[in-house]
């Protein structure tokens, strides 16, 4: 600890250190304690013995926060994998997310629900799930603020995969449309598959049809509608509709070798970051610490 101490003490300026402790101790951390949407019991133990078997509500896996609103539970919720308490945080404010977090997300269950692992859902989210539908989410997923999911018959969300702000998707648009050149009316669904370490940016649609590999970057403000398997995985795809702008990308997961990109880029402003002859994409893109 006083190592630690020392540490901060010749890394910062006496004026820069105040600030730091006040960011994470002092009057900052007060004032997002009472801004915050604070963990909520009574929602949780409703969600959790409403949703999952008795043997997995017992362990509580999902935490609500805040005041969500629940308009129907008769669906139900099952855990794949390991079980642990309060491994998905629900309606859980972001406080340095870009949406608002003043909204409440609300959650309409009449099908299944499927968690394989921790994740993460933010505020004011609409999630609804209708009697055949199957909302099957990978393990570390994240699906930040605003975001609209509407599941009529399958859509699978792969592991580490994050949804931000303002996203849609939906594989339906709620309504049969009459082709009355064709003299038909087609079926107004179909199933979404994201694979894992897809990174959907900000305002993005998802429509029904959707299919993308593993660790697709998704521009932001771009409307998917088909399979995109033919393109390679770590593809960046943006536009309306969304086309393939460039490959070998993939996010940062990777806590310390964020960190180490942070540091450099700190001291070296004016520089740009190159990455070693030997980088692995999948150590880059590694959850080490889920949060």
């Not at 004026?15 to 951390?29: A, H, N, P, Q």
């Not at 909520?40 to 409703?46: D, E, K, L, M, S």
């Not at 308490?85 to 977090?101: D, H, L």
Request: charged share 20%; proline share 5%.
């Amino acid at each position: 600890m006083t190592n630690r101490l020392k540490g901060f003490t010749r890394k910062y300026t006496k004026k820069k250190l105040w600030t730091v402790f006040d960011e994470r101790y002092g009057f900052c951390f007060l004032e997002r304690l009472f801004s915050c949407n604070w963990f909520n019991p009574f929602a949780t133990i409703w969600l959790n013995l409403r949703s999952f078997p008795l043997s997995q509500a017992i362990c509580f896996p999902i935490w609500c926060y805040g005041r969500p609103k629940f308009y129907g539970l008769s669906g139900h919720m099952i855990i794949e994998g390991k079980i642990a308490s309060g491994m998905i945080r629900f309606n859980q404010t972001k406080y340095m997310a870009p949406s608002n977090m003043d909204a409440q997300t609300e959650l309409f269950n009449y099908g299944k629900i499927i968690f394989r692992g921790p994740g993460i859902i933010g505020t004011g989210n609409k999630i609804v799930v209708f009697r055949s539908g199957t909302l099957d989410i990978g393990a570390n997923f994240k699906i930040t603020d605003m975001c609209n999911v509407g599941c009529f018959q399958q859509i699978i969300i792969g592991e580490q995969t994050r949804i931000t702000h303002r996203c849609q998707v939906l594989e339906s648009n709620y309504h049969f449309v009459a082709n009355f050149a064709k003299g038909i009316v087609p079926k107004h669904s179909r199933p979404i598959s994201l694979g894992k370490g897809c990174w959907i940016c900000n305002s993005s649609t998802i429509m029904g049809g959707t299919k993308l590999p593993d660790f697709t970057l998704v521009a932001s403000n771009s409307l998917l509608n088909k399979n995109y398997s033919e393109i390679p995985e770590s593809s960046l795809i943006g536009g309306i509709p969304a086309r393939l702008i460039a490959t070998g990308f993939r996010k940062i997961e990777n806590g310390m070798i964020e960190t180490e990109i942070a540091q450099f880029y700190k001291m070296n402003p004016n520089q740009v970051f190159c990455m070693p002859e030997s980088a692995n994409p999948n150590e880059y893109s590694y959850v080490d610490k889920f949060k």
